[in-house]
């Protein structure tokens, strides 16, 4: 098939986000086979609360009435650490799995799944998510709606340990966001006319969003934020497959949206730190981050940065990967912890790997564009 009908494909596939109805899967439980919980001196009042997109999502989307095109409980997904597809959109983990292990507690899971704790944290990340509730309306759990379930567990942290001691372990707790992308992608993977009114009041609307949903949690305890920026998103296998002259280059309009937001999200970050006391924040530049990958992808351990591991067409950027979607067929690479993305828009494990590890410390915090990383939020300096 031609390029050009792999584009085609691309836009119907995401064109259809919505539309399509998926059928009921089996809830999965990546929690089953997780080793004992340690004993150590953090766990008593340390927490992790995750919000987010797929980037973060550890599934969630398992538990929603939603379509495979949000969903990643089917094979080759998990093949590489998990065994099995556990949700996670990915070989197999995902970020917040190695910053839960840094932090010395088990996997935080999502907050769908049954029968959970809510002792260590709770993940409400869900894949398509946007801070803009009409990102993929009807089919993910949007950012606003994150924030209502976070209200809940709140509150049953209140009626089980009392106000001051909830208090306490919300003060204590780190708040990790990775959101923004799917609201600035959704129009151009759906062909939407609206490209054209991406704008930075557009950037506005999304950061004013997130703002304040993090001023709600503020005021609910909160006091540390963990922060990833938007990636170059047109480099992504999905986007750049869209360029209609060139497919070799990344789709530079939408890159260059991820850039105005995240330079409106560091300006926004500085003026909460200096308006709410006790305020601290990490702001990790997952953008250069990623950048650095495609370009030089030998230094890191990489054999390419534009190749997808598993998808079909040029780069495997057609969004395939399981044969679950609409579009079939698919290829999978032999080795995943060689390439940088997993799918047309997802890590493999080894990157996202990579990436906890520098938004934890980091070999002389490269890529931190704040005074904190992970590792100082969690540990109270």
């Known amino acids: 098939m031609s390029m050009e009908g792999f584009s085609s494909l691309s836009f119907t596939l995401l064109f259809l986000h919505a539309a399509l109805a998926a059928s009921s899967s089996p809830s999965l439980s990546p929690e089953s086979s997780l080793p004992p919980l340690p004993e150590n001196e953090w766990t008593v009042s340390t927490a992790l609360f995750i919000f987010g997109d797929s980037f973060f999502d550890v599934g969630n989307n398992n538990h929603i009435n939603t379509t495979t095109l949000d969903q990643a409980n089917f094979w080759p997904y998990g093949e590489t650490y998990f065994r099995y597809p556990s949700g996670r959109f990915s070989d197999g983990r995902v970020v917040p799995d190695f910053i839960a292990e840094k932090a010395r507690l088990p996997f935080i899971p999502p907050f769908l799944q049954p029968g959970i704790s809510h002792h260590f944290g709770i993940n409400f990340a869900s894949a398509g998510a946007g801070a803009l509730v009409e990102t993929f309306q009807g089919s993910v759990i949007d950012l606003k709606t994150q924030l209502r379930y976070f209200k809940k567990v709140e509150h049953r942290l209140r009626q089980k340990l009392g106000k001051s001691k909830a208090r306490i372990k919300l003060s204590k707790a780190v708040y990790m966001f990775a959101i923004g992308s799917n609201d600035y992608m959704s129009p151009f993977l759906t062909n939407s006319s609206a490209s054209s009114l991406l704008d930075s009041k557009y950037v506005e609307m999304v950061i004013g969003n997130l703002t304040t949903v993090i001023k709600d949690i503020y005021a609910k305890g909160g006091r540390n934020f963990g922060f990833i920026n938007l990636p170059p998103l047109g480099c992504l296998p999905g986007l750049r497959i869209l360029r209609a002259s060139d497919d070799s280059k990344c789709h530079e309009e939408v890159s260059l949206l991820a850039e105005l937001h995240n330079k409106a999200l560091s300006r926004r970050l500085v003026a909460l730190k200096n308006k709410l006391r006790r305020f601290r924040y990490s702001l990790y ?74 938004m934890w410390g980091g070999k002389g915090n490269t890529y931190k564009l704040s005074p904190y990383n992970l590792k100082d939020l969690f540990r109270g300096v």
């Open 285 to 358: 530049d997952f953008n250069a981050f990623l950048r650095q990958r495609i370009n030089h992808p030998s230094k890191y351990g990489f054999i390419g940065g534009k190749d997808a591991c598993c998808g079909t067409g040029t780069f495997r950027g057609v969004y395939s990967c399981g044969g679950k979607r609409i579009v079939k067929e698919y290829e999978l690479c032999e080795d995943p912890s060689r390439y940088i993305y997993w799918d047309s828009y997802h890590l493999t494990e080894r990157a996202y790997q990579q990436l906890a590890e520098e």
